[in-house]
């Protein structure tokens, strides 16, 4: 299992192959927030003046709020084998986002936050994304950085975000990890 979940984090990560997370833990305070979670995101702290966006529906029981100009890509059938389920990316920029979902994990926050330390990760902290239990991490050799968390039938969500080495991606990136929340809680519009 523990094997198979880093797998899959790698995987996803290398079909980027081009994530911004680690600024969160770089610039989050050591106290540890009420929910346990070293870093608590709320989509109400989006900065509306970082982009023009679009409130996404993921169909997965989540939203995310991605910038209006950003192009959907299409999942091919190469990459859906690998568990992505949805890509977005702004082209000229060689910025993006991709969702991958993997059935059957059978996984808990703690269990993908010590499975991936288990698997040599480095960088890892908890975070609590409105609500959803999560661990961050950052994959520094393949310039992402992404979240990762359990759905509630046991699968696993892991959402990155690349290049996490540009740092005018940054604001972007933080807006996009803030926005992560679930279906019934997302706003229609930025505040």
Known sequence: MRKRLAMLVLAAGMMMSFGTAGVMAEEATEAVTESGADIVL?????????????WVSTGLGFDIYLPSDWDVLEVS??????????QAADSAKGWNVAISYSKGMNVTADDIYAQLKAGGYENLYTLDLN?????GFDLDEMK???VAFADTEGGMYTVQLGPNDDKDFSPYAKNILM????????MTEAQ
Do not use: L
């Not at 990459?79 to 949805?86: D, E, L, S």
């Open 42 to 54: 709320s989509y109400e702290d989006i900065d509306a003046s970082v982009y023009e966006g679009t």
């Open 144 to 146: 992402v950085s992404g």
């Open 179 to 186: 926005s992560i929340s679930p279906t019934e809680e997302a």
């Open 77 to 86: 059938e190469e990459n859906a084998a690998k568990g992505i389920v949805y």
């Open 131 to 135: 609500g959803i239990p999560a661990v």
